[in-house]
């Protein structure tokens, strides 16, 4: 287990909803990176199983580095209560109660929102609903055509905000074609990066074995920012 506490919390959304959280955070004080973004990370989809322990791995990694990271359920999921939905929209009110509670609670002005697969289309949609959001990551977005319809209306958010972006994708994603990225990048605003694994399909992707890289990754774009 990385050098990190865990604290588990409850946050209420503003439509009453009580969401299971927990933060992450390097075991001592003084070696929490000063000024540096609050990282919340949102999950995979909840109809599918998605929830906060597969975000664990990452988040233990960015807190033993020196940064908070915040995993939550979102509604429907573990202990939170509410009811999860199928297009992702009720959820982000879920994401902005997160942000609006770690800014109150953790005397924080800047969070970097990381999505996993279908958590990074409902994170697209609050990032510009969140004025303390410095930047995005979405690790294995689901732009493709199957994903698309239960997904599509989100693309707009994230597409047209001008905050940073790092797209991360396997070229072997089951749901999204490298072409499908591309094209769905091409006339995205702001400054946006892609990173592709050669060789790792969507849910490898999502698994313990690129914990450590996608920290990595998150760590070299929080620099960038």
Not at 107 to 118: E, F, N, Q, T, Y
Request: glycine share 10%; hydrophobic share 40%; with cysteine.
């Amino acid at each position: 287990m990385p050098n990190c506490t865990v604290e588990s919390c409850t946050v209420e959304t503003s439509d009453g909803v009580k969401l299971s959280t927990r933060l992450f955070k390097p075991r001592e004080e003084e070696d929490i990176k000063e000024g540096s973004p609050v990282v919340v990370l949102v999950h995979p989809y909840s109809v599918l199983g998605g929830c906060q322990g597969l975000l664990r791995g990452i988040a233990a990694g960015l807190a033993d580095r020196g940064y908070k990271a915040l995993t939550f359920d979102m509604r429907g999921v573990g202990r939170s209560t509410g009811r999860a939905s199928l297009t992702g929209f009720a959820e982000i009110m879920d994401v902005i109660s997160v942000c609006k509670w770690v800014c109150e609670n953790l005397s924080a002005d800047r969070i970097l929102l990381v999505g996993s697969s279908a958590g990074a289309p409902i994170a697209g949609s609050a990032v510009d609903q969140i004025e303390q959001v410095v930047g995005y990551v979405s690790l294995g977005y689901p732009f493709g055509m199957l994903a698309s319809i239960l997904f599509g209306r989100h693309h707009k958010a994230v597409l047209e905000s001008s905050k940073p972006k790092l797209f991360v994708m396997g070229t072997q994603d089951g749901f999204t074609s490298v072409k499908q990225l591309k094209n769905k990048l091409s006339s995205v605003a702001g400054r946006v990066e892609t990173h592709l694994i050669e060789g790792a399909s969507h849910f490898q992707m999502e698994g313990p074995a690129y914990d450590a890289q996608m920290v990595n990754l998150i760590l070299e774009f929080i620099a960038s920012l």
